[in-house]
C-alpha cells in the first residue's frame, strides 16, 4: 500500500519545490521590480548566478547545483534541415516575418523569421503553408493573407480514422 502512495508523493514533493523556487524567483527579482527591461534582466541574471553558484540546496546536500552539474555526454546537433517532399515548393520567412510568394507578401510572424517553410497551391491562390510536419494555415494570395488553423500543434488525425 505504501508503494501505490509513492509517486503521488514524490508528485506533490517536486511539484510543491518547483512552486516555492517559483515564488522565491519572483520575490527577489520583481519586488520592486527593475526599471527598464535591461534592469529587470539583470536582476533575474544575479538571481540566476546566486541560486546555482551561491545557493545551497538541501536536496543536493547542502551543495550548490554548479558543484554536482555535469554536461551531457552527447552533444545537441540540434534539429534536422526540414524538407517539404509532398510540397510544391519550399519558401524561407524574411527576417521581418514575411512569406514573399508571386510578388506579394503575406505577413507571419517574426518567430519564424530565417525558417523554411513549404508550400502547396491547395485552389487558385490559395496555398497550404506548413512548418516541418505542422500545417500552420492558408494564405490567400488575393486578400495577401494567411488564415490560421485552429491549433496547428495539437492532435493529428490521419486521414484513415
Not at 509513492?6 to 512552486?19: E, G, L, S, W
Not at 510544391?88 to 516575418?97: K, Q, S
Not at 514575411?98 to 525558417?115: E, M, P, W, Y
Not at 502547396?120 to 488564415?147: A, N
Request: hydrophobic content about 35%; proline content about 7%; overall charge neutral.
Amino acid at each position: 500500500m505504501a508503494c501505490e502512495a509513492m509517486p503521488f508523493n514524490i508528485f506533490y514533493v517536486k511539484t510543491r519545490r518547483h512552486v516555492r523556487m517559483h515564488l522565491t524567483l519572483k520575490k527577489e527579482t520583481t519586488r520592486p521590480p527593475g526599471a527598464n527591461s535591461l534592469q529587470q534582466q539583470e536582476r533575474f541574471d544575479a538571481f540566476l548566478r546566486e541560486f546555482n553558484a551561491e545557493r545551497p540546496h538541501e536536496a543536493l546536500d547542502m551543495n550548490c547545483l554548479a558543484e554536482r552539474y555535469t554536461a551531457s555526454p552527447g552533444g545537441y546537433a540540434g534539429l534536422p534541415e526540414p524538407t517539404y517532399p509532398f510540397h510544391d515548393r519550399e519558401v524561407l520567412v524574411t527576417a521581418c516575418g514575411r512569406l514573399c510568394l508571386h510578388r506579394k507578401r503575406i505577413d507571419l510572424s517574426t518567430v519564424l523569421a530565417g525558417q523554411k517553410l513549404g508550400i502547396k497551391e491547395v485552389d487558385d491562390g490559395i496555398w497550404l503553408v506548413s512548418f516541418m510536419h505542422y500545417d500552420l494555415g492558408y494564405c490567400d494570395l488575393e486578400q495577401k493573407t494567411l488564415q490560421p488553423l485552429d491549433n496547428p500543434f495539437g492532435t493529428r488525425l490521419s486521414p484513415m480514422s
